[in-house]
């Protein structure tokens, strides 16, 4: 081989670029469903998680916001969401390592209403059994903003203690004091996580490009029915979201930021 092909190659091995590990984007312009997914493209609703889902938005409550997205169209969630409105993870998430990213758009002191908010939760179950989350705290002023990532409930917490009572659970978060919200901006947020159920799990939060906190190892299993696990939007959420896309790999931090401009 030609020395001087040596690092022209090696360039190329290193320049992959973080848009082609793409597996699923919900932009919502023109559609409430996704642009690009490796699964089902649809976006599903239901009066709760419990029972089956059809298409669209239909007696959600929730709108498809034309021209209220960041470039194009969103989702705006006008009062607190109580219904299930949900897209389907099977093959469009990966869940021992990858990145979620998304936006939003709110003041959580002004908006939400009284209670723990969950603007996106991954699971097949609940918030505590094999699930990734960001939340927005109930009594906290200002409300701060967490992510979690939990394996199988019985694997870490098999007394079955109450989440604020429970070592095990607050010590997992990665909590944002002060989070920059407002009604003004759109916020990025992007979780980047590896090594799930293999007892090296490490998950990370970002906001606008800038690494907030990580998580304490993350060892338990976790038993995710693809089939059944779904990105829950909007948990008694109000406000505006826009862009949700997930990635086969953890993005890098510098990856991360470019995300984080919004241009692409």
């Known amino acids: 081989m030609c020395r001087w092909f040596l690092p022209l190659l090696t360039t190329a091995l290193f320049a992959a670029n973080w848009k082609d590990d793409v597996l699923f984007r919900a932009t919502f312009d023109g559609s409430v469903n996704a642009k690009t997914a490796a699964g089902d493209k649809t976006l599903y609703s239901a009066p709760t998680y419990k029972e089956p889902g059809k298409p669209g938005l239909e007696g959600s409550g929730v709108e498809h916001a034309k021209g209220a997205g960041r470039k194009g169209d969103a989702l705006r969630f006008p009062v607190k969401n109580t219904k299930a409105v949900y897209f389907k993870a099977a093959q469009n998430f990966n869940s021992t390592e990858g990145t979620i990213s998304f936006w939003l758009k709110l003041d959580p002191d002004q908006d939400l209403a009284p209670g723990f908010c969950d603007p996106l939760q991954v699971t097949d179950k609940a918030y505590n059994n094999?699930?990734?989350?960001?939340?927005?705290?109930?009594?906290?002023?200002?409300?701060?903003?967490?992510?979690g990532v939990f394996g199988a409930l019985k694997a870490w917490n098999p007394n079955n203690l109450e989440s604020d009572k429970n070592p095990a659970f607050s010590g997992r978060l990665a909590v944002v004091n002060k989070p920059p919200f407002t009604r003004d901006r759109w916020t990025h947020i992007a979780i980047t996580y590896s090594g799930l159920g293999a007892a090296t799990g490490t998950a990370s939060l970002y906001l606008n490009g800038q690494i907030q906190g990580s998580s304490s190892p993350i060892k338990e299993i976790f038993d995710w029915d693809m089939a059944n696990t779904t990105f829950r939007l909007g948990v008694n959420y109000v406000g505006l979201m826009d862009d949700l896309s997930t990635f086969r790999?953890?993005?890098?931090?510098?990856?991360?930021?470019?995300?984080?401009?919004?241009?692409?």
């Open 130 to 147: 094999s699930a990734i989350w960001v939340d927005f705290t109930k009594d906290d002023k200002p409300r701060h903003f967490r992510l």
């Open 249 to 264: 790999r953890p993005l890098t931090a510098k990856e991360v930021a470019e995300l984080a401009t919004g241009k692409w």
